[in-house]
Each structure stands twice: as C-alpha cells, then as structure tokens.
C-alpha cells in the first residue's frame, strides 16, 4: 500500500473541492487510477460546505455559560457543542466528551484548528452523502472509479495523542468481520471486526499532520480492501452502546455516569 501527500492551495468556502483536488494532484504529477482511495479532512469538505461559524454571532444560552464555565470553554462555543452534539457526558479543560452522528468525539467535531480567526468549522452536514457525490463528480470528470473517505482527528480512551477516525466512506466496505473465522490454532474469533476505514483514516492522518502542513488529502493506492458501490456513514460503522465495551461499562450504572446533569443536549 502507498499513500500521496497531496498538498493543495487554501480552500475556501463555496470552492468546488473536486476541481482542487485535482488540480492538485495534476501539480504533483500524481496519477489517480481505479481503485485509488481518496481521503479528505472534514475540515475542508465543511469549508467547501459552508459550515463555517462566526463565533461573535452566536448568542449563548445560560446552559452554554454553565458548561463553558465548568470546562473553560467559551460560551459561544459551548452553546454550539450543545447544538451539534446528541449528547454530552462530561469533559475536562478544553474538551468535553459528545456523541456526534454516533461517533465520541470532543466538541461535537467542532474546531476552531486551522479556521480562520473567530470561527469555528463544524463537521460536514452530511458527510455520507459528501463522500458519494465527490466520488461521483470524479468519476464523470476523469472516467475513474476512486473511492472516497471522510476523516477527522479522534481519541483513543486513556492514549495520548489524536488518531484518525472515519466519518464517511463512498466506494469500498469499512468494516471486515472476522467473526466466525479461525485463528492460527484453529481457535473459532467470536467478536473481532477489522475497522479497516479507520485504519486507513490513521494512516492518512499521520501524514496530514495536525498544523500548517496544508495537507488535506491523501491519495491511497494498493489498499487491502474490499472495493464496492456501496456508501457508508457512522450508522454503518458505530457500534450500539451494549456492545462497546467503553459505553457499556461506564453507562451501566447510572450512579457512576459522569454526565454533567442538566447539560444533556438529549437523554441517553
């Protein structure tokens, strides 16, 4: 497997990020053949989305102040975590532990990283559709079949540091189960899954970098996976809350939960 740094200029909203890409990889000399896998950032498919916030423009809630308070956020950005996020459980300095589109991510994937001074980008709209329809418009513009996977940076319970963590995927399949295969000694896997999107979503990351490296696309080729039609989002990827075994255990007992009361944008 081989991945492309693909270097483009500043994307800005309402740019047409196919015509960017491409132009890109034009510059690099890059090939883009079938059944290469196109990563992107969410960040710049909400910049071409629009899904960018003026923060001064955002009037917080007294349940915003409170939250800002409690985790030293700013109001305005506490009253948008509280828009964006189907749940909120608690948090520490500067972050606060959501459920976004039924991923776990700080801030509702909300981030004011690398977007211009006083706004924040929030998370695509729809990053399931987004995948299919850029997968799509590079089909009819250079007669390939790609697919396309949306990523954005994620934690890792008790890890230092961020890894990759996909949104979306249009094109190959994300998630491989083993379940029901043997090991080497014949034993029968009765719940290993293969996350092979965010496998791939770290790989990338790692060399997108997490500053001012302008490196918003990876171009994958030769990767191990299943290629289909099919498009993929996080209720394809997510796991029900009595199967993880983070959720299940901290959520089963209502008196351990370190939710912050009153602060729930929804009940569990």
Request: proline fraction near 4%; glycine fraction near 8%.
């Amino acid at each position: 497997m081989r991945l492309y740094a693909v270097k483009t200029r500043l994307v800005k909203v309402g740019d047409n990020l196919v015509d960017v890409i491409l132009e890109a990889l034009k510059k690099q000399n890059i090939p883009l053949e079938n059944n290469d896998i196109l990563v992107l950032t969410s960040k710049i498919v909400a910049y071409a989305e629009g899904r960018l916030v003026k923060l001064s423009e955002v009037k917080p809630s007294e349940k915003a102040k409170e939250l800002a308070e409690k985790f030293s956020l700013q109001p305005e950005l506490a009253e948008l975590l509280l828009q964006e996020a189907e749940k909120v459980y608690g948090g520490v300095e500067k972050a606060v532990l959501t459920l976004k589109n039924g991923v776990l991510t700080a801030n509702a994937g909300i981030d004011n990283k690398n977007a211009p001074i006083g706004y924040v980008a929030l998370w695509p709209q729809n990053a399931k559709e987004a995948a299919k329809q850029i997968r799509e418009e590079i089909k009819r513009k250079t007669g390939k079949v790609v697919a396309v996977l949306i990523i954005d940076s994620g934690l890792a319970p008790l890890r230092r540091g961020t890894v990759g963590v996909a949104l979306a995927v249009a094109g190959f399949k994300p998630v491989e189960d083993y379940r029901g295969r043997k090991d080497l000694y014949g034993k029968q896997l009765f719940i290993t899954q293969h996350a092979v999107a965010d496998n791939l979503a770290s790989a990338a990351h790692m060399m997108m970098g997490e500053a001012a490296e302008k490196i918003p696309a990876i171009l994958i080729k030769d990767a191990p996976v299943d290629f289909d039609e099919g498009s993929y989002g996080s209720a394809e990827m997510e796991m029900p809350i009595r199967e993880c075994i983070f959720m299940s255990t901290f959520l089963s007992d209502a008196g351990n939960s370190k939710r912050v009361k009153g602060l729930r944008s929804s009940e569990p």
